[in-house]
């Protein structure tokens, strides 16, 4: 039976909708999928430390043919020996030579625009590397991640009522986020909403601590809740904590989101509500 293998690549939120796309593709095409879990410098986190298992998912180490190929098609320069180097190149000529005779069709997200033909030819076997959805449906297959630390999500969900707009406000090593979301465009909307309900609140994340510290004071001093959890994406107990916050703001009314940031759509997508991406690009 023909398999397609994915490996998920980036944050949380980027391996969650190439996930979702790679089960629309599966069931489909009535094909087997295994996705192929790995930790890198932004999830260093296990699926079964995060989510409840699922068959198809494999948290096993990656071989080192395989990490050839990954880093070998990173955009980032790598620090590597010369010998890694060239070994990285000839895995991934032999990988290339393998997709001109329909035994290994090998697609990251550079090459998604062959994705169509790939269906077609049908190669014996089929790897994606992708952190985007390339195979999109409207629904979003939310079964597949059911969060394991309970504890810290029920804590998170306890700060939203039927009153709260999510806020998502996206920093540190995101120059489009920062450059194209100002802190100014997300408190017009903010105080909008106040204009409009009075009962208002919001549940703000955030990836800086500044940004937090900002809405504690003034005006929003008694209008906004925010998580107090650890934020670092290198540990395992903050992409946790992100998870849980992702799914809280997923329960809020609607979103306020980051210009070129994945977390707050998959939220929306989680919870089926609106977001309107706060921006200042005409892109």
Known sequence: MFCLTLYPKGGLANRMRAIDSAVNFCTEKNVKLNVKWYKDWGMNCDWNELFCPLSF????????WIKMILNSRQSQKYNRSIIYAICAVAVDFVVRLLGKFHILCFLDMQEIREFEEFVKKRCLFGVILSWDAFYPQEKFHNELFIINDTEILQSELAKISSHTVGVHIRRTDNPWSIAHSPLELFEKKMRQEMDYDTLTDFYICSDDLSVKEHFRYGIWKDKVKMPEG??????KEGIVQAACEMFALSKTQKIYGSYWSSFGDVAAKLGNIEIEICTNSLS
Not at 57 to 64: A, I, M, Q, S, T
Not at 230 to 235: H, Q, Y
């Open 57 to 64: 998912v494999n948290d096993k180490p990656l071989p080192k």
């Open 230 to 235: 650890i934020i670092n994406r290198g540990s």
